[in-house]
């Protein structure tokens, strides 16, 4: 009998949920090629489900990057700093190093990464290891090594050691056939940039891995997401941060979008609960593995004209980036998130006016403090 897809010398058995096509516990077994990854005859693993301990033990890959710092710190609030580990291939800054586990990982190194997670007994992932859309046109080879073969490791571990993995996608992840106004989850996916096409790639693979291996794979589309302390990573929607920088430095901004290109944005704290709540939410209740989630829809003239009203001296100019504004272009203008707030309860806290608000008191003040010292 071929050894492919077969599960050998079992010791326990697996439940299937059959809601959701996916492993919901599994007690210790030996595997015989029941990985998509070739695993030897005798390996043994065992993996810990988030029954068995207090809190999940939390892999964060790619935690230098826009989100990767502010989700630890929302986690470690949550399940106790000694049990989140940000993880990168960078050197972190020292603030960040001291505030809780912090290790080197490289997402391409898939020895590395199987050690990480049985060392520390990791039971969750969350995977942000990227190259946006503009960085990744300016490098396609580094982008479809990263953000596709990075991914497939992740997959792959995540399926031996029984994970639960969360893999953010995007905006991006639509293109200029899809419905634009609202944009739902389920339509016609044709990016036209390499970190939009490995996006599809990551959220069709993870969907597979889940109905073919028991993956409990999630995923969102995330919209444009502003905060005050984000790490860029040359986005699209990066101006929406870039401006209010501007706004309180010198109260004027160049944005290199057309004043009337609409995009879907975010506050990060709506995007951070968002995180959390897709990854608690019970398997049962997820009627499918990849979610639109959304806030507020709007366009660099709206966000000047709300930046006005607490800065009156604020002045924008355009300088249309070619590159960026085909992209923006080519994007969803507004999602539907009817099902993640119908299915998990999904609901946001920040519209367009606190938006404004919070972004500037945060920066405000800041610069303030620079001032004075």
């Avoid at 608690?280 to 639109?292: Q, V």
């Avoid at 001296?313 to 960026?324: A, C, G, H, L």
């Amino acid at each position: 009998m071929p050894a492919t897809g077969m599960l050998s010398q079992v010791a326990g058995r697996m439940l299937l949920s059959p809601a959701s096509g996916c492993r919901t516990s599994v007690v210790s077994i030996r595997f015989l090629g029941f990985s998509p990854r070739q695993v030897t005859a005798d390996a043994n693993f065992h993996s810990v489900s988030c029954s068995e301990t207090d809190h999940p033990r939390v892999l964060i890959t790619g935690g230098l990057g826009q989100l990767g710092v502010g989700l630890a710190n929302f986690l470690r609030k949550r399940f106790g700093k000694d049990n989140v580990i940000l993880s990168d291939i960078r050197k972190p800054p020292d603030h960040i190093f001291h505030s809780g586990p912090f290790i080197y990982s490289d997402i391409l190194d898939y020895k590395n990464l199987r050690e990480i997670v049985v060392n520390n007994r990791i039971t969750w992932l969350f995977h942000y290891s990227a190259l946006l859309s503009a960085v990744g046109e300016a490098n396609v080879s580094l982008a479809r090594s990263v953000n596709i073969t990075g991914l497939h490791n992740i997959l792959d571990v995540a399926t031996e050691h029984n994970l639960r993995l969360f893999v953010p996608s995007t905006i991006g992840a639509f293109g200029p056939t899809s419905p634009r106004n609202p944009t739902p989850d389920i339509c016609i996916q044709r990016p036209r940039t390499i970190y939009g096409v490995s996006k599809v790639h990551a959220e069709l693979m993870g969907e597979y891995y889940c109905y073919r291996y028991g993956l409990d794979f999630r995923c969102l589309r995330y919209p444009g997401i502003i905060s005050p302390d984000s790490q860029l990573g040359g986005g699209t929607t990066d101006y929406a941060v870039h401006i209010f920088h501007g706004a309180t430095k010198n109260g004027k901004y160049e944005c290199n979008l057309n004043p009337n290109t609409r995009l879907p944005m975010m506050y990060i704290d709506d995007c951070l609960r968002a995180t959390l709540e897709v990854m608690e939410a019970p398997a049962k209740s997820l009627s499918m593995r990849t979610y639109n989630i959304n806030a507020m829809s709007f366009t660099p003239k709206e966000l000047a004209q709300e930046i006005l009203k607490h800065v009156p001296e604020f002045q924008i100019t355009y300088n249309v980036d070619s590159v960026r504004q085909a992209i923006a272009d080519s994007w969803p203008m507004n999602f539907d998130d009817s099902n993640a707030r119908k299915d998990w309860g999904w609901k946001h806290d920040f519209d367009l006016p606190e938006l404004v608000t919070t972004m500037l008191n945060f920066l405000g003040s800041d610069t303030r403090v620079a001032q004075a010292n």
